[in-house]
């Protein structure tokens, strides 16, 4: 099956700098690969995915990239703001498959 | 239009007992997933219904665990003979037909076994 690894576990950064982080899948047949944001005792809520036809979509802030030759995928969010602290989670399903695989997570911290 | 609705939003039981743990899909959303978050933990799938196949059960830890979902709609998961290795959050997401349709979830149950 599918196996979704992500880095770095926890992440601080300064008010205003970027924050990168990185996911590797297994599975060559994975297609989809979103992209969860968790608050503090909060429900998972998507904040972008990305499809294998692409190598990137950016939406504002936020943008993720595809390697789908080396699997890997990476979530990119420039000028942070406080309020992107939280937990990222990335994730890859695709055709056939009956739900995402999901990484470990990454606690996000941005210091004002 | 709602989103997915779980209940309760909290459960404190006691081990051995067994708990029943509610899933409100978004109408029109034929394909229903439970996942289970462990502290600190990432998202560990458990099952998956999709419209009146047969759920896949292939993530259910253990046969303490079944879940049903009558109608097309409401789910249900049960956890029997519940044991303190079983606290977690447990999530339920649903999506328009395909696992790789959005899925969103709900505010998920939190289970406390004593």
């Known amino acids: 099956g599918e196996n979704v690894e992500q880095h770095p576990s926890t992440l601080s950064v300064q008010e205003g700098d970027s924050a990168v982080i990185k996911c590797t899948y297994s599975?060559?047949?994975?297609?989809?690969f979103p992209w969860y944001k968790q608050e503090l005792g909060k429900r998972p809520q998507l904040i972008i995915d990305?499809?294998?036809?692409?190598g990137e979509k950016k939406d504002q802030r936020i943008a993720v990239t595809l390697n789908k030759t080396a699997k890997h995928f990476s979530l990119h969010i420039t000028e942070t703001q406080p309020e992107d602290s939280a937990v990222y989670f990335c994730?890859?399903?695709?055709?056939?498959?009956?739900?995402?695989?999901f990484g470990t997570g990454t606690r996000l911290t941005v210091i004002p | 239009g709602a989103g997915v609705s779980q209940s309760p939003s909290n459960k404190v039981t006691e081990k051995g007992k067994d708990v029943e743990l509610r899933c409100d899909p978004i109408?029109?959303?034929?394909?229903l997933y439970w996942y289970r978050q462990s502290l600190g933990q990432g998202l560990e799938f458990l099952i998956y219904?999709?419209?009146?196949?047969?759920?896949?059960k292939s993530g259910l830890p253990s046969d303490r665990f079944s879940a049903e979902r009558t109608g097309g709609s409401v789910s249900t998961l049960t956890i029997q003979r519940t044991q303190q290795e079983d606290s977690a959050v447990y999530l339920c997401?649903?999506?328009?037909?395909?696992?790789?349709?959005?899925?969103?979830f709900g505010p998920g149950t939190r289970l406390t076994v004593l």
């Open positions: 997401a649903s999506s328009s037909t395909l696992a790789t349709d959005t899925q969103y």
């Open positions: 599975d060559s047949a994975s297609n989809y």
């Open positions: 990305i499809r294998s036809n692409v």
């Open positions: 994730a890859a399903s695709g055709t056939g498959a009956n739900n995402l695989f």
């Open positions: 109408s029109g959303h034929t394909a």
């Open positions: 219904f999709q419209g009146n196949s047969a759920p896949d």
